[in-house]
């Protein structure tokens, strides 16, 4: 259920970012993400799984476009983001990558949950932190990986998308 509310939320950011409509706080119920710091590393874990999503979803919608079609939605979300194609190009790399390794990440956790729920054990909180720890580094070295891919005005847009528009319009829960 979590991932196909996460997938939702994920669409309707897109369709607003590629219409240019901006996303408020006041767009959806619950508790605005301000409350989260700029540049936390739960902030960009947040937004490399939102964005590897982004991504999968901006694939299929080239799917059948015309080569000027395709080119025009490469533009719009690149400047949704407020970067340049190329620029845009390598973040999308970026976070393919890093989205991929936490999402094994939690596989091995529900993995892990359900090999102990088997036997009607709760999970060892010794692994759930090991993997929470390799979630922390994974975030880290996938920011560190973003910042020395990008030139230092496109990783300040990026930043800037990522602690502005981005932060307001996420939502806790």
């Given at each position: 259920?979590?991932?196909?509310?996460?997938?939702?939320?994920?669409?309707?950011t897109a369709i607003?970012?590629?219409t240019g409509r901006p996303l408020s706080a006041q767009q959806q119920p619950g508790q605005a993400a301000s409350q989260i710091p700029n540049d936390s590393?739960?902030?960009?874990?947040?937004?490399?799984?939102?964005?590897?999503?982004?991504?999968?979803?901006?694939?299929?919608?080239?799917?059948?476009?015309?080569?000027?079609?395709?080119?025009?939605?490469?533009?719009?979300?690149?400047?949704?983001?407020?970067?340049?194609?190329?620029?845009?190009?390598?973040?999308?790399a970026a976070t393919a990558a890093i989205a991929?390794?936490?999402r094994a990440i939690d596989q091995?956790?529900?993995?892990?949950a359900n090999a102990r729920a088997r036997f009607e054990q709760h999970p060892v909180p010794a692994v759930l932190q090991q993997l929470?720890?390799?979630?922390?580094?994974?975030?880290?070295?996938?920011?560190?990986?973003?910042?020395?891919?990008?030139?230092p005005?496109?990783?300040?847009?990026l930043?800037?998308?990522i602690n502005g528009p981005y932060r307001s319009g996420i939502l806790l829960r």
């Open positions: 259920m979590k991932s196909n509310s996460i997938g939702f939320v994920c669409l309707i607003l970012l590629l590393p739960a902030l960009f874990r947040q937004f490399f799984q939102f964005h590897a999503t982004f991504t999968e979803w901006l694939t299929t919608r080239k799917a059948g476009k015309s080569p000027a079609q395709i080119s025009d939605l490469d533009r719009k979300s690149a400047a949704a983001f407020g970067l340049r194609e190329a620029d845009y190009q390598l973040v999308s991929g390794e936490l091995e956790q529900i993995s892990h929470e720890t390799r979630r922390q580094e994974a975030v880290a070295r996938g920011t560190a990986r973003v910042q020395q891919t990008l030139t005005e496109a990783w300040a847009a930043r800037g998308y």
